[in-house]
Nanobody, 116 residues
């Protein structure tokens, strides 16, 4: 049974930094991708950043230059370094890992709150 555990969320002032970590257990297959989505109050879940098994990275335009995603396929861990945080970055952040067949497994989410 695949389980993802996120950590690192919390309350931070605008301009501050946080690092999110997500570790998957029970994974018996090689991953094709890992990444992070977020959901702000009243909004749909959106992609924040993703990383492919070959190291290719994809970012939402709103976080480019501020957020950095990295991952370790051996450790089944994905990180999201978030700098220069803005109030609009507030939301619940969900990590995922993806099988080569396209199936995704999700974490339960970690709250990030950025105060002005």
């Amino acid at each position: 049974q695949v389980q993802l555990v996120e950590s690192g969320g919390g309350l931070v002032q605008a301009g501050g930094s946080l690092t999110l970590t997500c570790t998957a257990s029970g994974v018996t297959f090689r991953l094709s991708a890992m990444g992070w989505y977020r959901q702000a109050p009243g909004k749909e879940r959106e992609l924040v950043a993703g990383i492919g098994s070959g190291g290719s990275r994809d970012y939402a335009d709103s976080v480019k230059g501020r957020f950095t995603i990295s991952g370790d396929n051996v450790k089944k861990t994905v990180y999201l370094q978030m700098n220069s945080l803005k109030v609009e970055d507030t939301g619940v952040y969900y990590c995922y890992v993806q099988h080569w067949n396209g199936v995704r497994f999700w974490g339960q989410g970690t709250q990030v709150t950025v105060s002005s």
